[in-house]
Every structure is written in C-alpha cells, then in structure tokens.
C-alpha cells in the first residue's frame, strides 16, 4: 500500500513539537502573555504593557496614612522574526511522518530553536545579580546555593527556579557535585547522562544549553581606581556620574559592578541584605578623558524611606566602584531563574496569499508559520518555517547569572 501524502498541516504541527522539544532556556520561563498577542496577522514591534505587583510601606498606630498607588510598568514587544529555510522534493512527501521529521524537519528545526534560545540569552543584560567568579568554571554547590541566597534576598518565589548551563559549567558540577549527599537516584542519573537534571539543590531542573552566551567586559586600566563622582541624593535614580577611569575607558552594556556602602534591601522588610547591591549597566558609556558624566544602570536607586526601596544608602561621593571580571574579557553568562523573571511571547503571522501552501499551528502558548512554494522546473518545494517571538526581563531580581 502506498504512503499517503504529507499535507502542510501535519508538516507544520511536527515542525512545532520539535520546535518545542528542542528549546532550552525558552522552555522554563514564562509565557504567560501569549494570548495577548494571539491574534491574526500581529505586525514586527506589537507591544504590551505590563503592570508590576504594587509596593507600599507598612505603618504602626491606630492612624490611617493613606498612600498612593506606586505603579510601575515594563513592556514586552514581538519584535523579533526568526525563521529558516527547507527543500524537498515530491518524492519526499511519500515518507512516513516520522521518517520525514528524522530526515528533513529535525536538523534545520533544531538550529531555529538554538537561534531563538540563544537570542533570548541575552536577558543576562538586564539582571543586576550575579554570583560565582569570572574566569572560573563554576564547580561547587556553593555556586548554586548562592543563586538561592540572591533570590531569596529578594523574596523571590521558591517554586519554580530553573538554572541553565554551557557545557563546561555542566561539566563542572556534575563533576563537583558527584556523590556528594546526592540520593542513589540522583547519582544514578548523572551518571549515566552526564547533566545534572532534575531536583538538584532546590532547582526543578539545571539544564545544559549551548545556546549560552558570553560578555565581554567594558575596557577600562586594571590599574584605575573607579570612584563615583558625585552623591547621588533622588529617588528612583537611575544613572550617576563616575570618574577615576583612563581615556575614553567604557562601561559595556551588562557590565556589573558594586558601590561600597551600598548594600541590598528586602523588599518585603526593607532591611539590608548584608550583601552589596550589585548594578548592571543599561547603555553604553563611554568616558571623557576618564570620566563617565552618566552611566545608566539597573535597578532604579530607592532606599529604604521609599516602598520601592532596593538600596540601603545613596551612592556617597567618592565611593569606591569595582567592577566584576577584568576589563575587555568575555565571560559565560549562565542563568539562574525563577521562572516569571523571564517572559517569552510569541504572535500569529499572516498566512500569504498566492502561495503553493501555508499553515500555522500553536501549541503551549507558541504560535510557528510554514509557507510552502513550488519549483516545477526541478520538482522541489522550497518552504521557510517562521516564527515572531519577543522576550523581556520583567521581574530581574528573580534571576541572577552564574559566572563563568
């Protein structure tokens, strides 16, 4: 009996469960906005604006003090159309369904997937928290646990944290960890796959991913003794002024640095956390003959008199800045995460007109396009296989990077 034709249909629903399947990072975060951009024909930089859960301070007495609504507001926009490129012939079409996905849809699918979790990687750039030591292989349970302590800190919530490796930061601790308190299970496991996997420390599942990326540090004189130039005294700031730098020395997007004096609060309690806050820098700043008039970071500058406190002081003038890792260098920014930290959305595009066929499938919040033509001259059927995504740190002090 003769094998049926592959329709466009059943071609692009196993085109999504791959697609699905073989993310990483992207798979653990939050997609809980996909229906607002479900809707025909979502247009490239559609954006939605997302409400934050409000803060207030807690007041003792008998007497009501009424406060006002502290609301803030963060944006996730599809902006972004990734897509990739597939041809096959008739004959191809008579395969059976799981031999066509094995020989022609997995191996470019899989690439889209990598693409799409590598591009949203890149949230590392807007968490300000971090642990571990650049230039080192994260090995320890110490590392892992610290991710803990920064989430903790900053009353994230204890469900729900993912962690997401490169191949060596796996490597490391599996082989760190091997053994050490770990049920027969457990062990049993990483073994035989060598990752770490599921319930390990607390974590629902530490993932490897070679979709990891790196940064690479600002440039800057390892002899330069940062200073920040200037007290900064205004609530909700959310750049200040630095000096001691050499040149036109940068401060790089997602470059992390602490100001001595300047500790992490609660945000429940509003009380120091002990630790340093950390910042990240948010733009590009680059110094007049080593003075930086205005580096742009991340989180907005609140002490403890404001409900959104995230600072226990003010920047003092002249206070000592270190910046994390050595100047011009790039390090691996694996990803620590509570899994709303992170919010991935995807949008509907439009099935053209004029075309030999197209088809659009969702599942699990993830909407992929497959258009196909025709080539009669050389019987072969060149197909694009499309999806309109976006991605955005809503809640950054859910998620820390693990340095390697």
Same mark, same amino acid.
């Given at each position: ?18 697609? #699905?399947? #073989? ?16 809707? #025909? ?5 559609? &954006? ?37 490129? /597939?041809?096959?012939?008739?004959? #191809? ?18 690439? $889209? ?6 591009? /949203? ?62 049920? /027969? ?31 690479? &540090? ?6 330069? &003794? ?5 007290? /900064? ?74 409900? $959104? ?96």
């Amino acid at each position: 009996m003769s094998n049926s034709l592959l329709t466009i249909d059943m071609i692009t629903r196993k085109a999504l469960a791959i697609f #699905e399947n #073989e993310l990483v990072l992207t798979r653990n975060v939050n997609r809980a906005y996909d229906d607002s951009f479900a809707v #025909e024909g979502a247009k490239i930089g559609s &954006t939605l604006r997302i409400r934050l859960p409000d803060r207030a301070l807690v007041t003792s007495g008998a007497a009501l003090q009424v406060q006002d609504d502290n609301e803030q507001y963060t944006t996730l926009a599809v902006s972004n159309q990734a897509h990739i490129g /597939v041809n096959f012939t008739s004959a #191809e079409l008579t395969m059976q369904l799981d031999d066509f996905a094995d020989r022609v849809l997995k191996p470019r699918i899989s690439q $889209l997937a990598a693409y799409v979790d590598n591009d /949203v990687a890149n949230a590392y750039k807007a968490i300000y928290q971090s642990v571990g030591t650049p230039g080192t292989v994260p090995g320890t349970s110490a590392v892992l646990l610290a991710g803990h302590q920064k989430l903790n800190e900053q009353a994230a919530p204890q469900s729900n944290r993912y962690a997401t490796v490169n191949p060596a930061a796996n490597a490391g601790l599996v082989e760190g960890l091997k053994g050490l308190f770990n049920p /027969v299970s457990t062990i049993s496991r990483q073994f035989k796959t060598g990752m770490m996997g599921e319930g390990v420390l607390g974590y629902d599942e530490i993932n490897m991913s070679q979709s990891i990326v790196t940064h690479t &540090t600002g440039s800057r004189s390892a002899t330069d &003794t940062i200073l920040v130039n200037g007290a /900064v005294t205004t609530q909700g700031a959310t750049s200040l002024a630095i000096d001691g730098g050499t040149g036109s020395a940068t401060f790089a997007v997602g470059d992390v640095f602490t100001i001595a004096g300047v500790f992490s609060v609660n945000p429940q309690t509003r009380q120091s956390t002990g630790s340093l806050q950390q910042f990240t820098v948010t733009a590009l700043a680059t110094a007049s003959s080593g003075a930086w008039s205005s580096v742009s970071v991340s989180p907005a500058m609140y002490t403890p008199t404001s409900a $959104l406190a995230t600072i226990s002081a003010f920047p003092a003038d002249n206070a000592v800045v270190t910046v994390l890792g050595a100047a011009s260098t790039a390090y691996p920014q694996n990803l620590i995460y509570q899994k709303d930290a992170i919010t991935f959305a995807t949008a509907d595009l439009l099935l053209p007109q004029g075309v030999d066929m197209a088809s659009r499938q969702v599942h699990n919040g993830i909407s992929l396009r497959v258009v196909r033509q025709y080539d009669i001259n050389n019987d072969r059927m060149p197909c694009r296989i499309d999806v309109l995504y976006g991605y955005s740190t809503i809640r950054p002090q859910g998620a820390a990077r693990m340095w390697g």
